[in-house]
């Protein structure tokens, strides 16, 4: 079944990406978003603030810390408190009372995670509510809607999203489906000027779908695109593949947004095959576990050989937590019915991704973006060479050896 | 027993002797501490003489233990013990408590066994003054259990000089925020809304409204607003108008209300910014008013605001 090549509804989209430096080597960039809310440098992590909070930790923190860009969730939003109210408060960053920028999901994601909760037709997705029981059809336009409402300077598609784990007719379906979606989106979107739509590169683990996704989409003018349908169960070595292939079809002019990768080793990857925003739950996820995120992997704070380390986290992290409390103290707050160590080691975690991320674009922009890499996979694993080996592989592929 | 209070903690039972006790002292090197003491007459409903009797004697000793070792101790040199003033009921008890303890180089008083539900506080307010007028006017008084805005008030004027802020704790643990005035001396256009009801937490509340929260099985008060109830959804109000937390400044009852209901992390962190920083404004009210003798003021006001 081919795709209706509907010309695109919006003139030229805006070039909101500004490159500022690359790689010479691999397909590394070091860029700027210029969006309603600011300025965001690139390669960039996104925390993912679901609700409109990020897990317990304030606007001031999270702007303290750098960070010019967060998530929410148009599934959840959507629900409670639901796009009148928000609208009401001025949009999602009046309500939440954010001065940085916004990107909001589309909701899709839940058709994977909610799967029993949910069913796909060419209409849209229906939703039965977990809370009351009421039924809700979420369509693209309906997306683009409740996304409209809450004002995010980046909105993202409806796409019809398949675990990456399923093969068979079912991807293919999904992945022309997905484009469909995304002129139906684009037809519905209210706010160009105001709000910029990614569309959503989808076609599992098969080449050959993917392939004829990135032509397709790739002719709709949306200001940006991302690459879905992966960082799900798949295996590593077919991961990297995907978003290889996806990277090299797509506009070296636009931004490229890895959804779902958040694991230091991954994001090193991923920003070498070009790759330049990410979100992932990861940070803030292991930090309510008590794990600490640190060069060299993480630590367990909970864990007894932790209990008189009186130094911080990480010594050469910048970080409030790492500047004010030691490993001691918590893993004593971890062992207490207080829940204050969450939010000190999600300060933190949230840091080191930021600062990860930092680190990175100077050393593209300083043009040792390998060398960057190599002294990464050093220390993450004792020993460049000990890079797990589609890590290796895929920096090969983009002309950066370990050894 | 006589050498030790029993204390239950994370790891079980300890039985605190007084080397013990003191040893901790040594490692945490407090500015002030709370000496060990016997309160269990404190705990019961009613004391009998003999056990008040002995409440104090043991206190006693504990304290003059407490003393010596505190003496041999360098570190603690600069630490200041508080003695606590036990006997229960027993008004005999209770004087001979503050009269002995007040005989030792103490730096403070502790005044233990006035916590308890309202009516535990009401009963025993004669006993608290009684207790105060023995002890010197120039050492602090502190009380424990007791931070209710109208029961602070009570011990206040009957010489009560410290209190613990578990209250607005409580406050927070239940969803919700701090909002009785405390502003004795209104500018008149503030009266105004106020009688418009703009404002409606100088109303009377007619119910008491039961709220189970997490190991805090406390009624929930007059003094406060409930932030998870339908009416707060649209309500772009800050907590409470002219506070200046953070809370108040940044965000928005609606906010806060999509939080508590979506069980989010940062319900608890903003409403206790809000509940410590209206707290302590409330206590600042309390210096002022002491200054320029306009407690009663004050005090009918909090009254007006109980329901």
Same mark, same amino acid.
């Given at each position: 079944m081919a795709a209706t090549a509907s010309p695109a509804s919006l003139d030229s989209a805006p070039r909101i990406m500004r490159l500022v430096a690359e790689c010479s080597r691999s397909r590394a960039r070091a860029g700027e978003l210029r969006l309603p809310h600011g300025l965001v440098a690139t390669p960039v992590f996104m925390p993912v603030g679901t609700q409109a909070t990020m897990k317990g930790i304030t606007a001031e923190q999270l702007d303290a810390l750098g960070c010019r860009i967060c998530l929410g969730n148009t599934y959840h939003l959507g629900l409670r408190p639901g796009p009148e109210l928000i609208q009401k408060a001025h949009g999602l960053h009046g309500f939440m009372n954010w001065p940085h920028n916004l990107l909001t999901d589309s909701g899709g994601f839940q058709m994977v995670?909610? &799967? =029993?909760?949910?069913?796909?037709?060419?209409?849209?997705?229906?939703?039965?509510? $977990?809370?009351?029981?009421?039924?809700?059809?979420? =369509?693209?336009?309906?997306?683009?809607?409740?996304?409209?409402?809450?004002?995010?300077?980046?909105?993202?598609?409806?796409?019809?999203?398949?675990?990456?784990?399923?093969?068979?007719?079912? &991807?293919?379906?999904?992945?022309?489906?997905?484009?469909?979606?995304?002129?139906?989106?684009?037809a519905a979107h209210r706010q160009p000027d105001k709000q910029n739509l990614f569309a959503i590169i989808q076609g599992g683990l098969d080449a050959d779908l993917r392939a004829t996704c990135l032509e397709e989409m790739t002719k709709r003018d949306v200001p940006g695109f991302a690459i879905g349908g992966l960082s799900g169960g798949e295996s590593k070595a077919q991961f990297w593949k995907m978003v290889a292939l996806s990277t090299s079809r797509l506009p070296k002019d636009k931004p490229r947004y890895l959804m779902g990768v958040g694991y230091a080793t991954d994001l090193v990857v991923c920003v070498a095959l070009g790759c330049d925003m990410f979100d992932c739950v990861f940070p803030t996820r292991t930090a309510r576990f008590g794990s600490a995120l640190v060069p060299t992997g993480n630590l367990q704070l909970k864990k007894k050989l932790f209990e008189k380390d009186f130094g911080p986290i990480d010594p050469e992290c910048t970080c409030p937590t790492c500047q004010k409390h030691s490993r001691a103290f918590l893993h004593a707050l971890l062992h207490s019915d207080n829940t204050a160590a969450l939010h000190h080691l999600t300060v933190h975690n949230i840091a080191y991704q930021l600062q990860l991320m930092s680190a990175m674009r100077a050393s593209i922009v300083e043009k040792r973006f390998p060398e960057f890499v190599r002294s990464f996979m050093g220390t993450m694993y004792g020993d460049p060479t000990l890079c797990p080996t589609w890590a290796t592989e895929a920096l090969a592929s983009v002309g950066i050896t370990l050894d | 027993s006589l050498r030790s209070v029993s204390v239950w903690g994370v790891g079980g039972r300890v039985e605190m002797t007084v080397s013990k006790f003191m040893a901790i002292q040594q490692a945490l090197q407090p500015d002030?501490?709370?000496?060990?003491?016997?309160?269990?007459?404190?705990?019961?409903?009613?004391?009998?003489?003999?056990?008040?009797?002995?409440?104090?004697?043991?206190?006693?000793?504990?304290?003059?233990?407490?003393?010596?070792?505190?003496?041999?101790?360098?570190?603690?040199?600069?630490?200041?013990?508080?003695?606590?003033?036990?006997?229960?009921?027993?008004?005999?008890?209770?004087?001979?408590?503050?009269?002995?303890?007040?005989?030792?180089?103490?730096?403070?008083?502790?005044?233990?066994?006035?916590?308890?539900? $309202?009516?535990?506080?009401?009963?025993?307010?004669?006993?608290?003054? =009684?207790?105060?007028?023995?002890?010197?006017?120039?050492? $602090?008084?502190?009380?424990?259990?007791?931070?209710?805005?109208?029961?602070?008030?009570?011990?206040?004027?009957?010489?009560?000089?410290?209190?613990?802020?578990?209250?607005?704790?409580?406050?927070?643990?239940?969803?919700?925020?701090?909002?009785?005035?405390?502003?004795?001396?209104?500018? $008149?256009?503030?009266?105004?809304?106020?009688?418009?009801?703009?404002?409606?937490?100088?109303?009377?509340?007619?119910?008491?409204?039961?709220?189970?929260?997490?190991?805090?099985?406390?009624?929930?008060?007059?003094?406060?607003?409930?932030?998870?109830?339908?009416?707060?959804?649209?309500?772009?109000?800050?907590?409470?108008?002219?506070? =200046?937390?953070?809370?108040?400044?940044?965000?928005?009852?609606?906010?806060?209300?999509?939080?508590?209901?979506?069980?989010?992390?940062?319900?608890?962190?903003?409403?206790?910014?809000?509940?410590?920083?209206?707290?302590?404004?409330?206590?600042?009210?309390?210096?002022?008013?002491?200054?320029?003798?306009?407690?009663?003021?004050?005090?009918?006001?909090?009254?007006?605001?109980?329901?």
């Open positions: 995670s909610l &799967v =029993s909760l949910s069913e796909v037709t060419e209409e849209g997705v229906r939703f039965r509510s $977990p809370y009351d029981g009421d039924e809700t059809l979420l =369509s693209p336009e309906k997306s683009v809607q409740i996304q409209n409402a809450l004002g995010s300077d980046i909105i993202m598609q409806l796409d019809d999203v398949v675990s990456s784990t399923v093969t068979g007719p079912r &991807v293919e379906e999904a992945m022309y489906r997905s484009i469909r979606w995304l002129d139906r989106c684009i | 002030w501490f709370q000496c060990l003491s016997d309160g269990e007459a404190s705990c019961e409903e009613t004391t009998s003489m003999k056990r008040a009797r002995k409440s104090v004697d043991r206190s006693l000793l504990f304290l003059d233990n407490c003393l010596r070792l505190q003496e041999e101790s360098e570190v603690l040199q600069k630490s200041v013990i508080i003695g606590v003033i036990e006997g229960g009921d027993v008004m005999e008890e209770r004087l001979r408590s503050a009269r002995e303890t007040a005989k030792r180089p103490v730096g403070g008083f502790l005044l233990d066994g006035f916590q308890g539900n $309202p009516t535990t506080l009401d009963t025993r307010l004669h006993l608290l003054s =009684s207790v105060t007028a023995e002890l010197p006017e120039d050492k $602090p008084r502190l009380v424990s259990g007791v931070s209710r805005p109208d029961e602070v008030l009570e011990c206040i004027e009957r010489g009560v000089d410290l209190f613990e802020s578990f209250f607005p704790y409580q406050v927070t643990e239940r969803g919700c925020a701090l909002t009785f005035s405390f502003d004795y001396q209104p500018n $008149p256009e503030e009266t105004l809304l106020q009688q418009n009801g703009t404002q409606e937490e100088i109303k009377c509340v007619d119910q008491i409204k039961k709220i189970k929260t997490t190991g805090c099985n406390q009624e929930m008060t007059s003094f406060e607003i409930n932030l998870k109830e339908k009416k707060y959804q649209e309500d772009f109000n800050p907590l409470v108008r002219e506070c =200046s937390c953070y809370c108040c400044k940044n965000h928005t009852r609606a906010y806060i209300h999509h939080l508590l209901v979506t069980n989010e992390l940062l319900a608890g962190v903003l409403l206790m910014m809000h509940n410590f920083e209206h707290y302590f404004g409330f206590f600042h009210s309390i210096r002022e008013a002491l200054k320029s003798d306009r407690l009663a003021q004050l005090k009918e006001l909090i009254h007006k605001q109980v329901s």
